[in-house]
């Protein structure tokens, strides 16, 4: 007999935010089991824990050492996995809930943000082998020196992707607490639309630029070993959204989605010397504090041999470590400054039919004009533009991109029924 096919299924904080939701996941992932398929779940912290337990470690550190951050935040997805693994028990089935160490996640040291290296999925396909349902510990590892490892935040995604690869799963569920991938934040834009589809190109540049709903390294992570992912609701039946590649979608409209970020920060070195190898200095130190930085400017001095400005953003969270890190390399400029802003955010339309359409830029700044709101930095690439902002404008912008481009789920329903008139 060929071996029951294996799916993996994922559920973020909310859907395990309280004892009954904990028994609604437990009793979904029976019923999968049911359905015939081997089951690997992973589980993020309840609700708000994560949060918690960094405001905890702040509140006894002003800088918690990392290793030690990272013993702590993995214990909130342990939690979910233990009681999830009762309910399920009780169900009248067998589950066997592992931490990312014992479910063989091996990642590198950088804590607090480590990557995957490798999964060893031995113990796993063990216990599916023996009709065992696992539970997966989201968002952890073991780093290649045997220390607790965190992902980054949103890292049970990646978790759940990295395990549907190592075991040849045939989706990777993301169940969540929205109903899939949309064309705009749904908290933000009430009419946005769900996409059936979305490819990977187009998802990677969302993720990249704020829209939480898949961690950007589980993308990354399931373009490059096909893996399947499907978005959708934890609180309803019903298809969410397929993440696919971009020979397999049909459609290729101009804008698919505008995305935002209001944890932001810009920082500006002032008093950059004009010389080779200056920008390399700068960007060096942040790679190897792994500080993740996006949209970068250089101005380059109306006089040679005079001194230039580089601007550059990242998430707030790393704000703090760009400082520290920096600060020995403006001393070696001599006379240069740093000068951050926290306040900043960022509103960025995605579309691959942007490609080979003009026009798109001048339009998405001539409405941000139209809301009067001062376009700071921008950044493009070939599928996305992204304006950087003040920070208590991006739902203002967000709205106003979202309905200029006509991409509300009334607008697409309208062009619909357009379509059938012209039959
Ligand atoms: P989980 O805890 O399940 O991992 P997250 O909070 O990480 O959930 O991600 C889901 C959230 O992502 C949604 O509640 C939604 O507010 C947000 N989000 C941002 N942009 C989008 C988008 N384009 N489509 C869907 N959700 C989005
Ligand atoms: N619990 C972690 C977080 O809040 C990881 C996750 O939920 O994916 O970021
Ligand atoms: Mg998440």
């Known amino acids: 007999m060929l071996p029951q096919p294996t799916i993996v299924m994922k559920f973020g904080g909310t859907s395990v935010a309280d004892a009954e939701r904990i028994k609604r996941a437990a009793r979904r992932i029976v019923a999968q089991r049911e359905a015939g398929h081997r089951v690997v779940a992973v589980l993020s912290a309840r609700g708000h824990t994560t949060d918690e337990l960094i405001r905890a470690a702040e509140e006894v550190s002003p800088h918690p050492d990392p290793r030690e951050m990272d013993m702590l935040l993995s214990t909130g997805e342990r939690i979910s996995c233990a009681l999830c693994a009762m309910a399920i028990n009780d169900l009248g089935h067998r589950a066997i809930s592992l931490t990312g160490s014992q479910a063989g996640i091996v990642t590198d040291t950088s804590h607090t943000k480590a990557r995957i290296l490798d999964v060893r999925a031995e113990r796993i396909v063990e216990a599916l082998e023996q009709d065992k349902i696992v539970l997966v510990a989201g968002f952890q590892g073991v780093s290649t020196s045997r220390d607790v490892t965190t992902l980054g935040r949103g890292g049970s995604d990646t978790t759940a992707v990295a395990l549907a ?176 802003d926290p306040e900043v955010g960022k509103v960025s339309i995605i579309g691959a039919g942007m490609r080979s359409h003009p026009g798109v830029a001048a339009k998405v700044f001539r409405v941000l004009a139209g809301e009067e709101i001062n376009i700071e930095l921008i950044n493009t690439s070939p599928i996305k533009i992204t304006c950087l902002i003040r920070a208590e404008s991006v739902p203002r912008a967000v709205n106003a991109l979202h309905t200029a481009f006509g991409l509300s789920a009334s607008d697409v329903k309208r062009e619909g029924a357009l379509g059938e008139e012209a039959r």
């Open 165 to 340: 690869a190592a075991v040849g799963a045939e989706v990777c569920e993301i169940y969540t607490d929205v109903s899939g991938v949309f064309s705009a934040d749904p908290r933000i834009v009430p009419d946005a639309r769900k996409l059936p589809l979305v490819s990977f190109e187009e998802m990677l540049e969302m993720a990249a630029s704020g829209a939480k709903v898949l961690q950007l390294r589980s993308v990354e992570y399931a373009r490059t070993h096909g893996v399947r992912i499907h978005c959708r609701s934890s609180f309803e039946d019903g298809p969410g959204t397929y993440v696919i590649g971009e020979d397999e979608t049909m459609e290729h409209p101009l804008i698919t989605a505008v995305t935002h970020s209001t944890e932001e920060a810009r920082i500006t070195v002032v008093g950059v010397p004009d010389r080779p190898g200056a920008a390399a200095e700068i960007f060096e130190a942040l790679a190897e504090a792994n500080v993740n930085v996006d949209t970068i400017v250089q101005n380059e001095p109306r006089t040679a041999g005079l001194e230039a400005e580089v601007s550059f953003t990242c998430g707030s969270d790393d704000l703090r470590t760009a400082e520290t890190t920096l600060a020995p390399v403006i001393e070696r400029f001599g006379g240069a400054k740093l000068e951050t």
